[in-house]
Structures are given as structure tokens and as C-alpha cells.
């Protein structure tokens, strides 16, 4: 048995080797045909026995793809992925679990994997057609249709000019969205996050509320499934939740295997600083001023991972006016794809970064806080399409963060922003809009700030207050909570020792009256918050020793 590194040439043996079941597979046959097998970060590599393929391996930069279609020992690459830089494996489950033993398994999660080569029902609207958005003004369609979905709201701008300025990428090559209207409203759409000559990954189905359960959903599918397979495409679909499996199956997916991607602790630490401070420095300034262009043959997702290793650089320049003003942009403007996006998100949380130095009061603090602030942003961005696993593992992940960091500083001279009880709250609004945290999870989040904002070592001056009280209204907003408990809250917050020792208690007190006068005035102007209001206002009065001075 021999390895050798594949090329174009070998084409015709890849497509041998995936044989009858090539058509389950075309996804990863259009992604080697689009690299042309070759480019940096990408390698193919082929198992030979009696000259012959019998196995294929495939590394995308930061994944890495395996397939045979006999029961064989993967052992012959073991030396092989040594030496390559990744950070996950992914594909069918029996053909990825042989891998485990070869690598430092960081996490590993099971979905499914299906494929849509025909469709097995009619229409049942006849009268309706589902159409590609190509214009702006279905893009403001799409954006009225996003907003009426509560899982939407907070992962994309309310201003609709904004929404379709991000998303006029989508309408590039590679991606489309399809859509149903009802009395020119657009009521249900569906989108590609990936095509290619005979593939197309689907993305998730958005319904109006007002329209659910009547069919339009399944209809658009089928009309983007049509408009596909039209052109010579199949569809597929990634999925673990029953009732999609459901309505897929019921149109006429194959369900193809179980579908398994391990991540890979070992490799993401072996990607090291692969750019240097000052040519990094250079070319984020051009990035920016090129208003944030991807230079021409540079990969974002390399430069990306690049950039997370300067996260925490204390040049406060590099950390916060380049890498994250780059990453930001990226992530909410398309630059990086989902899956792309996810793989940063799954950085940010890990223990060298968010977790890195955990307690400590040194420069560590700036890889922590700078981390949490990408994964509200991908979090901001992409809550749709994570996964539930994904979005309790940042839950855990930020609460431990928030509520066991003591470096609170917020601007240190000479290297600029920490602001990690800003940093930290902006992630956990992110997350309190996220439909999976319940009522336990949003008790939890008002117990981290609690306990933030009660600090006796820190008095908060950079609007950190403000931070807090958006995370705590996002809270609000999800109406989990009774309105008692709330007002049991807020009573908790102004109760403190009026005297102790100096600082210390003047940090509380300066700390709480901040926080409840900021809360004060974003409740007092909302109806829906007037006895909240009122709470806050009574006890501003009884807690500050100017209270009797509070008469608005």
C-alpha cells in the first residue's frame, strides 16, 4: 500500500473510486474540481493497492475529508496528518471513527447527511411559484420576512437598507436564495450556502409565523429542489432535528450516513503564528483601507486564523483596530462563510483564549476579552445556524468567563481597550436572545451581572453599566421570567453593607447606583416596563445616600 499526493490528472480514478455512489458524494467532487486539487491549504492525497485507488484524503486547509468505499485501516495516514494543518475531521461516521485513535479528539459530534436527486411529491399550490432572489427590493422583502421570526431578531440589522447592503454577497455565485410569495408578501424562503456544478448545500427554511403549518415552507423547498436539479444539481442536507428529517424525507431525500465531524485540539494549537507581528500589521492597514477588500489570492479564512492568534496582543492597535475590525467585518458582511465563521467561534471559546489566564489580573486579560467579543459577534450573526450544542457550549463557556474573570479593567494606558465586563455582557445578550437558554438560563445570566456589577475592587467608568443593561433587557424582552422575580432582583442589587471598608464598599456603591440609574432610564420610557421603573426608582432611593434627592 502506497500514498501519493493526487492532481487534476487523477480525476478519472477519484471518480471510480466513489463509483455508483458518486452522486451521494458530488459536494466533495465540486470541491476538488474548484480547487483544481491543488492551492495552499488544499491536499489530496490517494491509497493504492495493485496500483490501484482504494482510498482518498482530502485536506480544505482546516478540515480534513476521508473516503473509501471498502472497510479499510486508515492507519497508512496517520504520518500524513501529522504534518498538516487542521482543525477538524468530518464525513461519514464509520469512516471518520477509524481516525480517533490518530488524533487529539477535542469534540466530537453526530448529525446526518442526506441528498435530494429526485422529488417524490407534487405541489400543492399550483397557483404559486417560488422564485431566486436577484433584486434589492426582494432582498427587503426577505429582510420583512426575517424580522417577523423571533429567531432572527438580534442576528440581523432592523434597518433594512443595512440588511441589504450585508447581503448583496449572497446574490455573488455559489449562493441563492429562493423564495414563495402570497399576495406579494414574501412568506417562506430557503437558501444554497454552497454550490457547485452538480451540488448545492441547503441551508435552513424560514416561514412567517402567520403562515406556518400550511405548507409553504415544504413548497418553497420543493421549488429550489426543482430549480436545482434543473441545472444537473443535487441537493444536500446536513440535519439532526426530526421534524426536518421528516419533511426532507417526505419530498424525497436519501438519507445518505450518519454524518460525523470531530475537532481536533492538537492541530489548531500546531497552526501557530503563521505571519509575522509586522507584515500583519501592514496588511490589515491595507485591508482597511481598501474598505476591508480580501486582497487578490489570499484565502480570509487562513488570514483569519492568522488574525486569532494575535487576539490578545497587547499592541492595542493591532488587537483591536485591525484584527478584530477585520474579523468583524468579515464575519457580518459574508466575507467568511458559516462554516468558516464557526470554526473561529469554536477558537474564541476554547481555554487558550477565552478561558487563557482565567482569574488572573495580567495581560492574559486581552486574548479573553477580545475572544468573547468575536463570539458575541458570530453569535450575533449566525444564531440561526448554529446548533444548539454550539450555542450551550458558548452559554457555559462565557457564564464561566463572567463570572470568574477579575481583570475588569477597561482602558489600560498604553494598550488600550480590555473592557472585559463590556465584552463579556455584549456576549450575553447575544446569547439571552438565543431560543435554547430557558428560564434557568436567563436566571443564570442575571446572576453573572449581579454579581459583576457587585464588585469591591473596581469602580466601572467606561459605560460597562451600559453594557449590562442591555444584556439584562435582552433578559427582559424574552418574557421567561415573572415579573416577581424580576422586581426580587432588582431589590437585590441595592441591597449592600452601607459601610465597610474603604474603597472597597465605595466600589459597590458607586458600582450599583451607576447600574440602577442607567437601568432607570432605558425601563422608564416604556410602558411595558412602569412597575419595573418604579421598582428601580424605590430602590435608587433607599440604597443611595442621596435618596431623598430623587424626586424625577
Not at 426582494?138 to 440581523?156: A, D
Not at 449581579?450 to 466601572?460: A, D, M, Q, V
Not at 453599566?465 to 442591555?470: F, L
Not at 471598608?501 to 440609574?517: G, R
Amino acid at each position: 500500500m502506497k500514498v501519493h499526493k493526487l492532481t487534476v490528472d487523477n480525476h478519472k480514478e477519484i471518480v471510480e473510486l466513489f463509483g455508483k455512489n458518486i452522486g451521494d458524494y458530488y459536494f466533495i467532487i465540486d470541491d476538488l474540481l474548484r480547487n483544481k486539487y491543488e492551492g495552499e491549504g488544499f491536499n489530496v492525497y490517494g491509497e493504492y493497492e495493485n496500483d490501484k485507488l482504494v482510498s482518498m484524503l482530502l485536506n480544505n486547509f482546516n478540515n480534513i475529508t476521508y473516503y473509501s468505499n471498502e472497510d479499510r485501516s486508515v492507519e497508512v495516514y496517520k504520518d500524513i496528518i501529522k504534518k498538516l494543518n487542521f482543525m477538524k475531521l468530518s464525513g461519514p461516521s464509520s469512516l471518520i471513527e477509524k481516525f480517533i485513535p490518530y488524533v487529539d479528539v477535542k469534540e466530537d459530534t453526530l448529525s446526518y447527511m442526506g441528498v435530494v436527486k429526485n422529488i417524490s411529491v407534487g405541489k400543492r399550490y399550483r397557483d404559486l411559484s417560488v422564485n431566486a432572489i436577484n433584486s434589492e427590493e426582494e432582498l427587503g422583502m426577505l429582510h420583512e420576512l426575517l424580522m417577523t421570526s423571533e429567531e432572527y431578531w438580534g442576528c440581523i440589522p432592523e434597518d433594512k437598507g443595512e440588511f441589504i447592503k450585508n447581503n448583496m454577497i449572497n446574490n455573488r455565485n455559489n449562493k441563492r436564495t429562493a423564495y414563495l410569495s402570497v399576495d406579494n408578501q414574501m412568506v417562506s424562503s430557503c437558501s444554497t450556502i454552497m454550490e457547485g456544478e452538480k451540488s448545492a448545500i441547503i441551508a435552513g427554511v424560514v416561514t412567517n409565523p402567520k403562515y406556518r403549518n400550511l405548507g409553504y415552507g415544504t413548497e418553497t423547498l420543493i421549488g429550489l429542489f426543482e430549480m436545482l436539479l434543473k441545472e444537473g444539481k443535487h441537493s444536500y442536507l446536513f440535519y439532526n432535528n426530526p421534524a426536518a428529517r421528516s419533511v426532507y424525507m417526505k419530498i424525497g431525500m436519501k438519507e445518505v450516513c450518519e454524518w460525523r465531524v470531530i475537532w481536533v485540539q492538537q492541530n489548531i494549537e500546531r497552526l501557530g503564528k503563521c505571519m509575522d507581528k509586522k507584515a500583519l500589521k501592514t496588511l490589515l492597514r491595507n485591508i482597511k483601507d481598501n474598505q476591508y477588500a480580501v486582497p487578490e489570492g489570499m484565502n480570509p479564512l487562513k488570514l483569519s486564523l492568522d488574525m486569532m492568534d494575535y487576539i490578545g496582543d497587547i499592541d492595542g492597535e493591532l488587537r483591536d483596530d485591525l484584527v478584530f475590525s477585520v474579523l468583524a467585518n468579515w464575519i457580518m458582511e459574508d466575507v467568511l462563510t458559516f462554516e468558516e465563521a464557526h470554526d473561529i467561534f469554536m477558537i474564541a471559546l476554547d481555554e487558550k483564549h477565552i478561558l487563557n489566564g482565567l482569574g488572573e489580573i495580567n495581560d492574559t486579560v486581552f486574548g479573553r476579552t477580545f475572544s468573547v467579543e468575536v463570539a458575541a459577534c458570530i453569535i450575533y450573526k449566525h444564531r440561526k445556524l448554529l446548533s444548539d450544542s454550539d450555542i450551550l457550549k458558548a452559554f457555559n463557556t462565557v457564564l464561566k468567563f463572567y463570572n470568574e474573570d477579575r481583570d475588569v479593567r477597561g482602558f489600560v494606558e498604553g494598550k488600550r481597550w480590555a473592557h472585559g465586563a463590556a465584552h463579556g455582557a455584549d456576549a450575553l445578550e447575544e446569547l439571552a436572545q438565543c431560543q435554547i437558554i430557558g428560564y434557568e438560563g436567563l436566571k443564570e445570566i442575571l446572576d453573572s451581572i449581579h454579581k459583576k456589577i457587585k464588585i469591591n475592587y473596581y469602580g466601572y467608568i467606561n459605560n460597562e453599566d451600559e453594557r449590562m443593561i442591555s444584556a439584562v433587557k435582552a433578559v427582559l424582552e424574552r418574557d421567561i421570567i415573572p415579573v416577581e422575580e424580576i422586581e426580587e432582583w432588582i431589590r437585590s442589587i441595592g441591597n449592600r453593607e452601607k459601610k465597610g471598608i474603604v474603597p472597597d464598599y465605595l466600589f459597590i456603591e458607586h458600582n450599583v447606583i451607576l447600574f440602577l440609574k442607567g437601568l432607570y432610564f432605558r425601563l422608564v420610557d416604556h410602558t411595558k416596563y412602569d412597575q419595573l421603573a418604579k421598582i428601580v426608582k424605590e430602590v435608587l432611593k433607599e440604597t443611595s445616600r442621596f435618596g431623598e434627592d430623587y424626586s424625577w
